[in-house]
């Protein structure tokens, strides 16, 4: 079980630029944070949780929802357990809580594969 930590949420204009960090500690016995795949997800207001990036163990292989693609890059540093979403040219409907997960061996854009969840970070996007 490992415990996610998100911090770097705010209150930006339009076109401005975010960048979340998420910390992970306590990972399960006889696995390390670079045994997981990650994820980041968000939950607009009166919405369901939606995909956003994944990124592989390694860091070699990533995936984007379509309308972040070009603006978010997903990245991990595993000698640090983090992982990071930098967000650029923001937009007001990026506005939601934001949520790192843990995944499996491999990338997933499905919720279903992510078996820990942070307690998320708020971010507002105004126009």
């Known amino acids: 079980q490992v415990q996610l930590a998100e911090s770097g949420g705010g209150l930006v204009q339009a076109g401005g630029s975010l960048r979340l960090s998420c910390t992970a500690s306590g990972p399960d016995s006889g696995r390390t944070f670079s045994d997981y795949a990650m994820g980041w997800f968000r939950q607009a207001p009166a919405k369901g949780r939606e995909f956003v990036a994944a990124?592989?163990?390694?860091?070699?292989?990533?995936s984007y929802r379509g309308s972040v693609r070009g603006r978010f890059s997903i990245s991990r540093d595993n000698a640090k357990n983090a992982v990071y979403l930098q967000m650029d040219s923001l937009k007001p409907e990026d506005t939601a809580i934001y949520y790192c997960?843990?995944?499996?061996?491999?990338?997933?854009?499905?919720?279903?594969?992510?078996?820990?969840w942070g307690q998320g970070t708020k971010v507002t996007v105004s126009s």
């Open positions: 997960a843990v995944g499996k061996e491999v990338v997933s854009t499905s919720a279903n594969d992510f078996g820990s």
């Open positions: 990124i592989s163990r390694s860091g070699g292989s990533t």
